[in-house]
């Protein structure tokens, strides 16, 4: 039997350390009996979701009764106050469990085959679900994530988490429909009309009530928090593919620009030595790129080709991305410092871009060109690793800003002189975002570039204590204030762009509203979420599913 079981945690931190609280009444969701999630559940579409509901409607109920607002935690994975902000939530990493829909759970309209439907509940971690994914015959997969699977699929779809497959939204596009606990009793199956994916009999198996509205369910699907306890989703599956990988530092060449800005992804794979259609492309660049020498480390996917598989290069060696390379830069960052005889000054070419340059070489070097059929290629879920590296998450400062595709050309002048007169602490990571769904993504171009900031983090000394001294603190100040400066660029030179619900960069009010406003307007992005909101919650719940973020963005009254 599921059940919440509740303690008092003190000084409660959130993964990256940017939040701490007291938790009253930490509710841990428990559903142990049922095993390890990456094996399956023996359980059906229907009775998976149906299993856990009751816990969740209790918790609703406690909160309703003490008059509390009460939160929902996935991995906590957020630098925003979105999760474990109130004085009671509910850990939902035990939410946990995967099944496959059969052909009497589907909507008789729905163009999906059973077997590529999997009903996923809301605590899932991505790990989870693709490592169950890829054991299925035939084997599955999943189409994005970020760049780790660490995160559960309720906190990634709810942000508009994403990656960089192109061609492809961001993690809320591989869900087709959702079961929202909404109230004491109530809870919610919503799926678009366009696209209806369980029958009636189906979803009443679980849900008190059915909504089937292609503008609802765009609404519901960036929750933050703000819309019920995400039970479970139905899930859509990729099918599984291994992946050739090419990993290449190479200066940006003239016409690298106007190929990002069309889409000209294959060109650019051919300049980069290999002809073929990219799967996933990032490019990470050196904002304090003085000369001008362009220096890239560019990193796509490809997919293999089908028949005899090639090796499997997944030999658990870590491939890092961007972010995972701040903690070790850090360090050695410190040990440079402490050898330097002009002691407090930054280590003459040192930097964040130049040591995560040295770690791509270092890591990816077994994926060397030609690509051919017998290079090495990784399923996705060797491609990605659980945590950060060093599993010091505190180390990062991350903020990500979504712009239009094309745009990029104008914006990497302004993301140098952004960095001007600045210390090397941090680097600039772009990555790829097609037609996102949900009202509140921050994606919200047709085709969206987005920008992200990783670098050295103020609390750098609480996440590494014994190895980083208390002065470190003023170098996270040199990324922050990076952070910021590329929004004063953009703003000053007219770049629209939205932030990452879940990182840093002073996400504020005015910001949101004018990117998602007028907030009074029920016909604005904001008006018509908290319209969906307001009916999908029952009435003693609304004042139940608030947390910093939506206090501190005005989207919740
Ligand atoms: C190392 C690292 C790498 C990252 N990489 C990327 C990346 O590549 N791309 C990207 O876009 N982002 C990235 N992020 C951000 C991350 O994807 C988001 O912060 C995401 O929300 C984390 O998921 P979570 O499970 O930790 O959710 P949490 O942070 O715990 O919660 C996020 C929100 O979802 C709500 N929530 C959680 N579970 C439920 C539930 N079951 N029902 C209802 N509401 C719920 C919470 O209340 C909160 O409002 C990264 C973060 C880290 C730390």
Not at 281 to 286: A, C, L, P, Q, S
Not at 445 to 469: M, R
Request: proline share 7%.
């Amino acid at each position: 039997m599921a059940r919440i079981t509740y303690e008092t945690r003190k000084d409660w931190q959130n993964y990256h350390l940017t939040l701490t609280n007291d938790i009253d009444d930490y509710g841990i969701f428990d559903r142990e009996e049922e095993g390890c999630c990456a094996k399956g559940s023996p359980l059906s579409g229907p009775e998976l979701f149906r299993a856990t509901r009751g816990p969740l409607h209790d918790y609703i109920a406690k909160a309703v009764k003490d008059r509390v607002a009460a939160g929902m935690i996935g991995r906590a994975w957020s630098f925003a106050p979105l999760a474990g902000s109130n004085r009671r939530e509910l850990d939902l990493t035990g939410l946990q469990g995967c099944t496959r829909a059969t052909a009497a759970d589907l909507h008789p309209d729905c163009s999906d085959a059973p077997e590529d439907v999997a009903f996923v509940r809301g605590g899932t971690t991505l790990r989870c679900l693709v490592e169950w994914a890829k054991n299925l015959s035939p084997r599955r997969s999943i189409m994005t994530s970020g760049t780790h699977l660490g995160p559960t699929v309720a906190g990634g779809f709810g942000t508009a988490s994403h990656g960089s497959r192109l061609g492809f939204g961001g993690l809320q596009d591989m869900v087709m429909g959702m079961h929202l606990i909404t109230g004491e009793k109530e809870s919610v199956w919503i799926e678009p009309a366009r696209a209806p994916v369980l029958s009636g009999a189906a979803a009443s198996r679980f849900a008190t009530r059915i909504i089937r509205s292609d503008a609802m369910f765009d609404d519901a699907l960036i929750h933050l928090g703000g819309m019920g306890i995400v039970n479970g989703v139905a899930l859509r599956l990729a099918p599984y593919h291994s992946y050739n990988v090419l990993a290449v530092v190479h200066p940006l060449w003239p016409d690298w620009e106007a190929q990002v800005e069309q889409g000209r992804f294959r060109e650019i794979a051919a300049q980069l030595g290999h002809d073929d259609d990219p799967a996933f492309y990032e490019v990470t660049i050196d904002p304090f790129d003085n000369d001008g020498t362009r220096d890239a480390i560019h990193l796509m996917y490809f997919i293999a080709p089908p028949g005899l598989l090639p090796p499997d290069g997944g030999d658990g060696t870590p491939l890092p991305h961007a972010g995972d390379s701040i903690a070790g830069f850090a360090k050695e960052l410190v040990r440079r410092k402490s050898e330097s005889e002009a002691h407090g000054l930054w280590p003459e070419g040192f930097s964040a871009f130049s040591y995560y340059k040295g770690l791509v070489r270092e890591f990816y070097g077994a994926f060397t060109l030609p690509i051919t059929p017998a290079s090495p290629a990784l399923g996705w879920e060797h491609l990605h690793r659980d945590v950060v590296t060093g599993n010091a998450p505190g180390a990062l400062y991350n903020a990500s800003y979504a712009i239009r595709r094309d745009e990029v050309g104008r914006a990497l002048p302004l993301i140098l002189s952004a960095a001007r007169d600045l210390e090397p602490a941090f680097l600039n990571t772009i990555r790829f975002v097609t037609r996102p769904s949900g009202t509140l993504a921050f994606t919200r171009f047709e085709e969206t570039a987005v920008i992200e900031i990783d670098g050295l983090s103020d609390n750098l000394p609480d996440a590494l204590p014994d190895e980083v001294p208390d002065e470190a603190r003023a170098w996270g100040v040199f990324t922050k204030t990076g952070a910021m400066k590329i929004r004063t660029e953009f703003d000053l030179n007219g770049i629209d762009y939205s932030m990452h619900w879940a990182k840093l960069g002073q996400l504020d009010a005015p910001k949101v509203e004018r990117d998602f406003g007028p907030r009074d307007d029920p016909a604005s992005p904001i008006g018509r979420w908290r319209a969906t909101r307001t009916a999908l919650l029952a009435p003693e719940a609304r004042a139940v599913f608030v947390n910093d973020a939506l206090r501190t963005y005005k989207l919740v009254p």
